[in-house]
């Protein structure tokens, strides 16, 4: 089972390649299309704020190739440099996802605040679950194996599959948001309009692919537990 367990973490990892690698091949074609209104993506992240009625983000500009992301404890929406600057219809996509989870913040979207709320659990559950399951398992030395160590590694990783599966619904909103704002704005017209959402498509399945690795590996783990416990 645990060469199962390995097979299913290749293909995952596999897949997310892909995925990445189709994500960064239409960043880069919608980073050669320009808007029709010719905004570059710090002038679209704050324009969508203002329209939201949000004056207390602040946005900023990070080093790094799509490394944008919103930050709710600085309540700052963080652009990659690229995206900052550029005038096309890939950053105005994503200056205005990321503005999107500024928007989910501001109205207290359900979601966004219960993946907040674990958040704290996860970053535990992340960093002991694979070695509580190790131990489980008794694989790399440790011990025997013991079904109920086993069981609580499990539980363990349960909070991060459930983290992953929580921040599908989040990703969705935020590109639903952007993606219907960049219209009525008319930031975007019909063909950029289309452009922008195939790169937010391929954005989120990044998202996507997460999930169901994780959840995957869990009822691996799983049914190990329970053949164990028979």
């Known amino acids: 089972m645990t060469l199962g367990i390995l097979a299913v973490s290749v293909i995952f990892m596999l897949i997310g390649m892909a995925v990445q690698f189709r994500l960064k091949s239409k960043f880069k074609e919608y980073s050669l299309v320009p808007t029709g209104s010719g ?17 207390d983000v602040q946005v900023t500009d990070v080093p790094g190739s799509l490394t944008d992301h919103y930050d709710p404890a600085k309540k ?17 996509a994503i200056a205005a996802h990321e503005c999107g989870h500024a928007v989910q913040h501001a109205t207290a979207y359900s ?9 704290p659990a996860v970053q535990i559950s992340s960093q002991l679950s694979q070695w509580v ?4 398992l008794g694989v790399l030395g440790f011990g025997h194996g013991n079904a109920t160590v086993l069981l609580i590694g499990i539980i363990l990783f349960a909070v991060t599959t459930l983290f ?46 997460a999930a169901l690795a994780s959840l995957a590996t869990l009822v691996q783990y799983i049914m190990i537990y329970n053949n164990r416990r028979d």
Do not use: H
């Open 39 to 55: 905004m570059s993506g710090a002038e679209v992240a704050r324009r969508m704020l203002r329209d939201n009625g949000i004056y």
């Open 76 to 92: 700052t929406v963080n652009l990659s440099e690229d995206v900052y600057n550029s005038r096309s219809v890939a950053s105005a």
């Open 111 to 119: 979601m966004l605040s219960l993946r907040s709320k674990i958040v």
């Open 133 to 136: 399951i190790i131990a489980g």
């Open 164 to 209: 992953t599966l929580i921040t599908l619904p989040v990703e969705f909103d935020a590109s639903r948001r952007a993606l219907a704002w960049l219209n009525s704005a008319r930031i975007t017209a019909p063909k950029e309009q289309e452009q922008a959402k195939d790169a937010l498509k391929w954005a989120a399945l990044t998202y996507v692919v």
